[in-house]
Structure formats: C-alpha cells, structure tokens
C-alpha cells in the first residue's frame, strides 16, 4: 500500500505500525508493539511515541481520501485490542486520592483518545471511571457526581458533536453547585474549532494524553 503521510515527524515504528494494522494484520500489528515493549520502549513511549501519533495520521489519512472508512475502523479496533495488552504492563503508582471520570461527547465514537488519558491518569495514581461512547447526558452527568470526580474529561474527535459537549458542559454546570467538578476538553474537535474552550465554560483544553495529566493537576491547584 503506497501512502502519502501527512505527518514527516512520524517514526518509523509508527509508520510500520500503522501500514501493518492498515493491512489487517493484528497479529503482526501486536507483534511489533510488544516486541518493542520488551526490548526497547516504556509503556508510556509507545503510547506517546506510536500509538498516539499513528492514530492522528489514522485521520488524515481519512480526510485526504487515501483510507476508507472500513480501513480506518480495523486500525482502530487493532489498536484498541494493542492498548487492552499493554494495560496488563503498566507500572501503576500508588493511589493519590483523585477522582476523575472521563467520557465522550454524546454521539461521539471514537474513544481511544479518551481511553488513552483515562490509563495515563490511572498510571499517575489517579482513580478513574472511563465511561467510552454514546452515554446520554443525563447519565454522565449522574455518574460524575455519584463518583464524586474532581475532573470530568471530555473528548470529542468530530467537529459536529460539539454542540452536544456544550450540552453536557452546560448540564454539568447546573448540577453542580455544592461539588463543583473542573471540566477538561479535549480531542481533535476542540482543537480545530473557533469555539475556544472559554466559550464552552470548560477550564481547559489538552491536544493530548501526556498534557491531560498535566492539566488536571493543574485544575485542582486553581482557585473558582
């Protein structure tokens, strides 16, 4: 398969990856990651170093037409079966005595990005509740305030579905006046749009899993 990636700084692990997973080949997608878990990369590289950046390509590839839709959902799946196994390895810390919850916009279905910053705050000790996909709004928001979570996360890849994160914000913001939760956004919807996260009430927006952890630290150490 000849391709034109759009991103040069891609290495070329994550090339070779994602050409193999593009194939359809799980067995040889999940034989490069664990080999290269084994002799050479850290969990968290081959999340940040591979995993993360292929994906990204994963859409651009789609966007200029190179990919179908069907390709870009096999990837998709190998990679989530790729994370389920590397979860096995992680070094987890102790527990900190954080809560966060983390969950799509409603009508969003991609998840691995949020999957992704759910087992990076999970490695930092956080305890988290990983909610994925298509929750309605009014069961998200049960569920963050059950949890009783200092931060609520949510991703949204697809510019159409911000509406319905607005919603949830908005939901969210009405709820919870006795325990107020800080909201994080992030995903490739909130980067490209116009609606800056101050429009969206959130109290931040993170491009990716490594700065998620960052940020939500950060929202608990801000005041309002």
């Avoid at 292929?54 to 200029?64: D, K, V």
């Avoid at 969950?103 to 691995?112: D, R």
């Avoid at 992030?186 to 980067?191: P, T």
Wanted: hydrophobic share 45%.
């Amino acid at each position: 398969m000849s391709l034109r990636f759009t991103d040069v700084s891609l290495s070329g692990l994550a090339r070779e990856y994602l050409e193999v997973s593009l194939s359809g080949s799980r067995r040889e997608a999940f034989d490069l990651i664990l080999k290269a878990a084994r002799t050479s990369m850290t969990v968290r590289e081959l999340y940040l170093d591979v995993i993360q950046p292929s994906q990204r390509e994963l859409g651009a590839l789609w966007e200029t037409g190179q990919i179908t839709v069907a390709q870009e959902h096999v990837v998709t799946a190998i990679t989530q079966s790729v994370i389920s196994q590397l979860y096995s390895q992680f070094p987890f810390g102790s527990r900190n005595g954080l809560r966060a919850l983390i969950a799509c916009a409603p009508g969003e279905l991609h998840e691995l990005g949020a999957r992704m910053v759910a087992d990076f705050l999970e490695l930092e000790g956080w305890d988290v509740v990983f909610l994925g996909a298509s929750t309605p709004i009014p069961d998200v928001i049960r569920a963050v305030m059950d949890h009783k979570s200092h931060v609520f996360g949510i991703s949204a890849t697809l510019a159409f579905n911000l509406p319905a994160a607005m919603q949830l914000i908005s939901g969210m913001r009405e709820k919870s006046e006795s325990h107020r939760t800080k909201i994080v956004v992030g995903g490739r919807a909130f980067g490209l749009s116009q609606r800056m996260p101050g429009q969206l009430t959130a109290d931040g927006y993170s491009p990716d899993a490594e700065d998620a952890v960052r940020l939500f630290q950060e929202c608990l150490l801000s005041k309002g």
